[in-house]
């Protein structure tokens, strides 16, 4: 199982951005694919997690309104746009898969998925 990253850098306050993520080696249905991202000193917060199967979508309550989740079933792509930037997402973003639930996926407190992606900086200036 492999999940490739794309996506990030540095961007001005306001901005906007999109991740992607492209798995690959596991049946793309069967999983669910989410974003999480870990900022220096704070603990990794979960952004969004999207059934491939179903699109079916699950946002935290903290991250609702300036993330979006989407999927191209036939790139075995995920993306996660960011708007209206502040320097507080300033963080290291990651996806993740696995088999569960959009919402356990999302939920989960630990790093224990079935796979990530290697992580991509993004940098909020003002």
């Known amino acids: 199982m492999q999940l490739v990253q794309s996506g990030g850098g540095s961007v001005q306050s306001g901005g906007s951005l999109t991740l992607s993520c492209t798995a690959s080696?596991?049946?793309?249905?069967?999983?669910?694919i989410g974003w999480f991202r870990k900022a220096p000193g704070k603990e990794r917060e979960a952004l969004s997690c999207?059934?491939?199967?179903?699109?079916?979508?699950y946002y935290p309550d903290s991250a609702k309104g300036r993330f979006t989740i989407s999927r191209d079933n036939a790139k075995n792509t995920v993306r996660l746009q960011v708007d209206s930037l502040i320097p507080e997402d300033t963080a290291t973003y990651y996806c993740?898969?696995?088999?569960?639930?959009?919402?356990?996926?999302?939920?989960?407190?630990?790093?224990?998925?079935?796979?990530w992606g290697q992580g991509t900086t993004v940098t909020v200036s003002l």
């Open positions: 993740g898969a696995d088999r569960r639930s959009v919402q356990s996926m999302c939920e989960t407190q630990t790093w224990a998925l079935d796979a």
């Open positions: 080696g596991f049946p793309w249905d069967d999983y669910a």
């Open positions: 999207i059934s491939n199967k179903d699109g079916s979508t």
